[in-house]
């Protein structure tokens, strides 16, 4: 029988075709801004990395399902910082940083060949997810735009990636009301959530959203962003109990194990609020900087009231943008690789050292 490649079914990885942008922005005499990714530049704070370091000496295989401090740490960080309530240890999940479990969540669900909705503009692990299970992928932001076949999987991002846009109470009772009618699986990528500028965002395990009830709901959380432990893998999902035991059924046959010290710094970084408070801090600052220096140099930027995020434009094809900001030594990412939606906005990243933040806020200002 002739074999697919599996990579046959995927678009072409999106920051590949960025080489060339990349090469002339690191041709500035002062070096390359490189704002195109989400990547943390500040350090792990010092309790979490000691966490790490004390339990580095453990040699046994970690738990799939993490530690019963872990788990504790989960349940009671969410509650505490965003207001969910009605978890228990059962029904939160480590795994190996989100992007992970996003790309595998509909295969290790045993969604295939379904209909699988991500949003108009969207993170591209998305597409990937369902694309990876052999499902039919749509773009639409509406419940109108689904159209009458019912998904078997609807991604949510709020705050979003790219775009910084925060969906309110009310636009999320209303998908998690479609969805539970319908039997629908609702994801919901909630890595920016402790990010919120403009606007508090709230997360579909948030009373006022879901009444307490979590059935088919899948909350998607990151300490990549907050706590900068992007390098760690750190994540985990929280809701529906039976969905998660499904998924940690799967995930202990596939050997898929937060590691035992990460988990260890995981616990750290939750119960610690003051380490996240700072790191919010300094993106704050970072984000007002650009911000002004963006609207200075005649952009106009929308949607952007949390995230790590600012998306902007003037205008025209995002891929000019990209080439402009280029030329002033900036490497930013060009909106078409979130949907087609994008194709006249960039996005700038806020991850970049305060002297970076300055040095491109100096040469918008040039």
């Known amino acids: 029988m002739a074999r697919t490649p599996l990579g046959s079914r995927l678009p072409d990885f999106p920051w590949d075709t960025l080489a060339g942008a990349k090469q002339r922005a690191s041709e500035h005499p002062d070096g390359i801004v490189n704002l195109s990714v989400g990547t943390p530049v500040d350090p792990v704070a010092p309790g979490i990395q000691l966490a790490l370091m004390d339990a580095a000496a453990e040699p046994g295989y970690p738990q799939t399902a993490g530690t019963e401090e872990l788990r504790a740490a989960i349940v009671s960080s969410l509650k505490r910082r965003y207001g969910m309530t009605g978890l228990t240890p059962s029904s939160v999940l480590p795994v190996v940083g989100t992007k992970e479990a996003i790309a595998w969540l509909p295969t290790l669900l045993g969604i295939r060949d379904s209909l699988v909705v991500i949003p108009e503009v969207a993170y591209p692990t998305y597409e990937v997810a369902a694309l990876v299970g052999a499902n039919r992928v749509l773009r639409a932001d509406s419940l109108l735009a689904v159209g009458p076949e019912t998904p078997a999987l609807l991604f949510l991002n709020s705050p979003s990636n790219p775009t910084g846009k925060v969906l309110g109470v009310d636009h999320l009772r209303k998908v998690v009301s479609w969805a539970q009618e319908r039997g629908v699986i609702v994801a919901s990528d909630e890595c920016y959530l402790g990010l919120g500028w403009d606007e508090e965002p709230v997360s579909i395990l948030d009373p006022r959203v879901c009444d307490g009830n979590h059935t088919g709901l899948l909350a ?147």
């Open 220 to 366: 998607i959380h990151s300490l990549s962003k907050t706590s900068n432990l992007a390098s760690y893998r750190a994540g985990f999902l929280a809701g529906d109990t039976d969905l998660i035991s499904e998924l940690l059924g799967v995930r202990k046959h596939l050997g898929l194990m937060v590691p035992g010290p990460i988990q260890a710094a995981m616990v750290a970084a939750l119960n610690d609020d003051d380490q996240e408070a700072a790191q919010k801090n300094r993106y704050a600052q970072r984000r007002a900087k650009l911000m002004r220096a963006l609207l200075s140099a005649g952009f106009e930027v929308t949607e952007s009231s949390a995230g790590l995020y600012l998306w902007a434009t003037r205008g025209e094809d995002c891929r000019d943008t990209v080439d402009w900001f280029a030329a002033r030594g900036i490497l930013v990412a060009p909106g078409d690789f979130y949907g087609p939606a994008g194709q006249h906005y960039v996005r700038v990243a806020l991850t970049g050292t305060d002297e970076r933040i300055d040095a491109a806020v100096a040469r918008l200002a040039a």
